[in-house]
């Protein structure tokens, strides 16, 4: 028997800084000149790994960056560490933040930009593992890919998605993957 | 419980290519056979913003495959609209170039063996410019990497693309395109 591998996933609740933030009847939240956008309750113990699916425009260029979330708060301890790859031209570098309080959320662009991004586990009481891959209008076409980690053993149940430069507008969706 | 990932059913399927053949399965993927180039009508619509094709195919000849967005049956060749920005694992070789051209360049096609291909396509149906990022595993030195990203910069709105074999080659194989549920 066939059964839905990809299980398009409503938050309990959103919370945003910016213009407005809106649930989808479906459960993607479509978003307006936001600096932050956090979704609660998008994770839980039905699925251990989970697809993200964010894309729209940013007023600047910028690297986000991500939290993971429990209960409306946000983990901020330096438990994160990100592994970039990108790709511009024919200058192809990598570069790994040290530990801190934020990982690594893909690249936003004023034309359109496009993240995929992977959930490995933020809801079991172990390490997550998050990997993205992006592509944005920066310098015509732009190539940024992270690989990032948090080494914490908690559970979480959302995540929070902060500009450091700008605000972005679009739509983000959350996909559980049935196990 | 939603359903994420929809397969899109393309509304008709266009060819060339001498004995080309294609057929859309009962299942809404489209096997394709010996095609020049191979057109899908109808799989972007208003219901979704963003789509996921996966794809395995083999070619005659080894080179870039061409991948155009399309719009009721035409294919969008603006000189320069679309911006390729490629990353390339060979061996201990990585390398990167860009180039802007009239197509998005998902990849190389090598012959001997089989291509595999994921692209995300973001907001193709929406009057906006349209991101694209593919995903490849292909056999040149028998194993390589070939990662794009690309943006198309007209505001239009597409439900369908064209894959192009550059020059004579023609290509066989298999994809799906699946809309992203939101």
């Known amino acids: 028997m066939s059964k839905n591998g990809l299980i398009l996933l409503t938050p309990t609740s959103i919370a945003y800084t910016g213009t407005s933030a809106t649930i989808s009847a479906n459960g993607s939240v479509s978003f307006t000149a936001c600096s932050v956008l956090s979704l609660n309750g998008v994770f839980s113990a039905d699925y251990d790994n989970y697809m993200v699916l964010w894309a729209g425009a940013n007023s600047t260029t910028d690297i986000p960056i991500y939290r993971l979330r429990a209960s409306g708060t946000d983990a901020t301890a330096s438990n994160y560490v990100t592994q970039n790859l990108s790709a511009t031209g024919t200058t192809v570098s990598g570069t790994r933040t040290a530990a801190n309080g934020y990982g690594w959320y893909g690249y936003t662009s004023t034309s359109k930009f496009g993240n995929t991004s992977f959930f490995y586990g933020p809801f079991l009481s172990q390490p997550t593992a998050v990997r993205l891959l992006s592509v944005n209008s920066r310098d015509g076409a732009y190539l940024h890919d992270d690989a990032s980690t948090h080494s914490l053993s908690s559970s979480y149940d959302g995540f929070t998605i902060t500009a450091q430069n700008g605000s972005f507008t679009g739509r983000v969706a959350v996909y559980g993957m049935r196990k | ?182």
């Open chain 2, 1 to 182: 419980m939603t359903n994420g990932l929809v397969v899109m059913t393309p509304t008709t399927v266009d060819k060339t290519g001498g004995s080309s053949t294609a057929t859309i399965n009962a299942d809404g993927s489209v096997t394709f056979g010996s095609c020049e180039t191979l057109s899908l009508n109808g799989v972007f619509t208003s219901d979704y913003d963003n789509y996921m094709i996966v794809m395995r195919l083999t070619s005659s000849a080894a080179g870039d495959i061409l991948f155009r967005l399309r719009a009721s049956g035409t294919d969008d060749a603006t000189s320069s609209s679309y911006v390729n920005q490629f990353l390339r694992v060979d061996g201990s070789s990585v390398s990167g170039f860009r180039f802007s051209t009239q197509a998005f360049y998902p990849g190389e096609d090598l012959v001997t063996q089989r291509t595999g291909r994921t692209i995300y396509v973001f907001g193709p149906y929406l009057a906006q410019p349209t991101a694209l990022r593919s995903v490849t595993s292909l056999d040149r030195s028998s194993a390589n990497i070939e990662d794009v990203a690309a943006t198309h910069n007209q505001s239009t709105a597409y439900d369908g693309f064209t894959i192009d074999p550059a020059s004579t080659t023609n290509t066989t194989g298999l994809l799906t395109v699946f809309g992203f549920n939101q």
